[in-house]
């Protein structure tokens, strides 16, 4: 992440609390979002799976003042039961959820996805990357008693096919589906669910993706604001989405790209 700016910093967030799951290391959007709320004055917990990204992401959870990481595993229910417990024990209530938490066998993002996807596979992408949301959000909603916000992180490649995305583009599009159903059915407690689609960037996920460095320097030539997507403008989508600000939305997938997902064809230069 860039280290010539700072989030806005100010009070939009302050009072609320909210659990951020995915962090993975000072490159991850779900951090850059987690640094914005932490900002605006927002109290934050992390979850972490594993030894080795708990050393990871502990310095940065401590550079903010927080201290409460738990370790959960998204696919394994006593785990997250465990963790929502906690936060109930710990704050007596949540006010958002942001998840960004997303796994595929990168040898089967190469190539063909027909000839190549495994059931295994296809089925162990689907719960990590898109259950893991439902499971997660159906938990944090029971500690939303006055209502909240859930944001979850997906990618074009849920609606338009691109290269090397194949089973994780399916995943995508699962994803936001459930985050529209879940729209639906937690509306009337006053919980409001989004998802925000981020264009490229240099993250640990690009870093799966065989050409990602293409995609980036594509998101770049292609976008309308001819720009690289900023960490900041993902953040303060998110900080939109989950303070008091976003009120009366829900359902939606917010594309935050310079405006790459509007393109069907690149602007060559050549007379019109």
Not at 30 to 56: D, P
Not at 66 to 85: G, I, K, P, Q, Y
Not at 93 to 102: E, K, R, T, V
Not at 222 to 243: F, H
Request: proline share 2%; charged share 20%; hydrophobic share 45%.
């Amino acid at each position: 992440m860039a280290d010539d700016w700072v989030f806005p910093k100010g009070e939009l967030m302050k009072g609320k609390r909210g659990l951020v799951m995915g962090v993975a290391n000072g490159n991850s959007i779900a951090w850059g979002i987690a640094q914005q709320l932490a900002a605006q004055g927002a109290e934050l917990a992390f979850t972490y799976q594993g030894e080795a990204l708990e050393k990871r992401v502990r310095p940065l959870v401590e550079s903010i003042g927080a201290s409460t990481m738990l370790e959960c595993d998204a696919t394994n229910d006593d785990e997250l039961d465990a963790v929502f417990a906690q936060l109930e024990q710990q704050w007596g209530g949540l006010d958002f959820l942001i998840h960004s938490i997303a796994f595929s066998d990168k040898s089967e993002l190469k190539g063909s996805f027909t000839e190549n996807t495994t059931r295994e596979n296809f089925l162990r992408t689907m719960d990590i990357s898109a259950f893991s949301f439902v499971a997660a959000g159906k938990r944090a909603s029971k500690l939303m008693k006055n209502g909240g916000a859930m944001v979850t992180l997906t990618y074009l490649g849920a609606e338009r096919v691109l290269p090397s995305y194949n089973v994780m583009g399916v995943a995508k599009a699962a994803l936001e589906a459930s985050t529209r159903y879940m729209a639906r059915d937690l509306g009337p407690s006053g919980i409001r669910v989004n998802a925000i689609s981020a264009g490229a960037m240099r993250t640990l996920a690009i870093a799966g993706i065989t050409g990602g460095r293409g995609l980036i320097q594509t998101g770049r030539e292609w976008s309308l604001m001819k720009e690289d997507t900023s960490m900041e403008g993902i953040a303060g989508a998110a900080l939109w989405l989950v303070s008091d600000l976003g009120r009366s939305t829900t359902g939606e997938t917010v594309h935050v790209d310079a405006g790459f997902h509007a393109v069907a064809v690149p602007d060559l230069g050549g007379e019109g």
